[in-house]
């Protein structure tokens, strides 16, 4: 491979198989220029940071940084996403899609304040990550050479990749009986790879690593009650917190409970079908909240709008499409309709399964003395008559022509 002439390139860096391998591929074949190893912390286990600076200086990183990004992460792009409602084919709530671009919006900020001449990632030529952080690339820094090793080295399987790790000395705690390929953060834990590539396969209990097994969890149910202003969640039971706070104290309840868990066959951007079990105990709550509370608070059009919404801004995020005016735009529309999402949910968890059992909010359009099979003075039954006679007036008119019973 030719020497490239690039003085300095900033890494999005996680300490995985990929990105311990592509350090020093990239000493080896970008002629011994800087590497800086950037790590964004939006919410991995804590012990998973520890040990990364460290490891990148020893793979032959130059330079090591640590920007905290966990608050940020949920309150700028989780929450929008939720007021949106995406969730990706029906089950999928993108938690490695809404982290793409806030990682590479500040690697972009780094390399741009030191001076790099490249941005690199580690996604792999068969995923969506690839196409998720060049777009934003694209977006941010479109002067930024990109560098994508999956698509350059001669490196074809994990199996060669811990096989290298091995001939350079590099500790790794992938190994080919235990190949998972995990992404994590606040929001989620997924799990691809190993047994999961064979759908016939079950996920073996390795695969679930956060949460609890529903068979195995409490026997007795639990209560929790959601506080949400304009389509924000604040409170848990009554405790105002910050979106991540809100978030880590319902992924510790949700984790307990078992739910959250997803086996999934999706369709990636690229064409591919690819299986993951996907860990979402705190986010799978706020969802679940949130839409009870739609269902209170928006009418017909409305909620119909804001469905649409959600199936197309789910193609926008999984996509990789953040930082374009569509996204914007839709987004602009979600909040509109927030302003009227404030208000309570009750919910119960139990083994694997989270039901609103209760909703309250000063803009609810629901009317016990409108909907009640009672008695009521209100509603006048025999206004339905004209009301059904004009909605189904255009059908009437086709079956009479039909048969010519109308000139």
């Known amino acids: 491979m030719p020497q490239k002439k690039i003085n300095k390139i900033v890494l999005a860096y996680s300490g995985g198989l990929d990105t311990s391998v592509i350090i020093p591929w990239l000493k080896e074949n970008y002629n011994q ?23 990148a200086l020893q793979s032959g990183a130059s330079s090591f940084h640590l920007f905290d990004l966990k608050e940020e992460f949920i309150k700028e792009y989780v929450y929008p996403v939720l007021q949106t409602g995406a969730i990706y084919e029906g089950g999928y709530l993108m938690g490695t899609a809404m982290s793409r671009p806030i990682i590479a919006k500040y690697q972009v900020e780094l390399a741009m304040k030191i001076g790099a001449d490249a941005l690199c990632h ?23 050479k990109c560098i994508a090793p999956w698509r350059e080295w001669q490196f074809c399987s994990r199996e060669n990749l811990i096989e290298y790790l091995k001939k350079n000395h590099i500790t790794s705690n992938i190994s080919e009986k235990k190949i998972y390929s995990r992404d994590e953060n606040a929001w989620h834990i997924s799990t691809e790879g190993g047994i999961l590539e064979d759908p016939i396969n079950k996920p073996n209990k390795d695969c679930w690593i956060w949460t609890v097994d529903p068979i195995e969890a409490p026997n007795k149910p639990e209560d929790v009650i959601v506080s949400i202003h304009e ?13 991540f706070q809100c978030l880590n104290k319902l992924n510790i309840l ?3 409970h078992g739910i959250g868990r997803l086996d999934i066959i999706e369709n990636r951007l690229v064409g591919i079908k690819s299986r993951g079990c996907y860990e979402t105990p705190g986010g799978t709550i706020m969802m679940t909240a949130l839409r009870a509370l739609e269902q209170l608070v928006l009418d017909r059009d409305s909620l119909k709008w804001r469905l649409q919404l959600g199936h197309e801004f789910s193609y926008i995020v999984y996509d990789g499409r953040w930082f374009t005016p569509v996204r914007k735009s839709i987004q602009a529309s979600a909040e509109s309709l927030s302003k009227y999402l404030t208000g309570e949910i009750v919910l119960t968890l139990y083994k694997g399964q989270v039901i609103a059992i209760q909703k309250q909010s000063i803009n609810s359009l629901y009317s016990k003395t409108y909907s009640t099979f009672g008695k009521d003075k209100i509603y006048n039954h025999h206004d339905a008559n004209g009301f059904i006679h004009l909605y189904s007036l255009s059908s009437r008119i086709r079956a009479l022509k039909k048969q010519n019973q109308l000139i």
Request: proline fraction near 5%; charge should be negative.
């Open 33 to 55: 220029c800087d590497i800086v190893a950037f790590v964004a912390d939006i919410g991995q286990e804590p012990n998973s940071l520890q040990d990364l600076h460290d490891k």
């Open 122 to 144: 580690g996604a792999t030529g068969k995923g969506n990550d690839q196409v998720r952080f060049e777009t934003a690339y694209a977006a941010l820094a479109p002067n930024l």
């Open 231 to 243: 389509g924000k969640i604040n409170a848990i039971n009554h405790k105002v917190l910050s979106p």
């Open 254 to 256: 949700g984790a307990k």
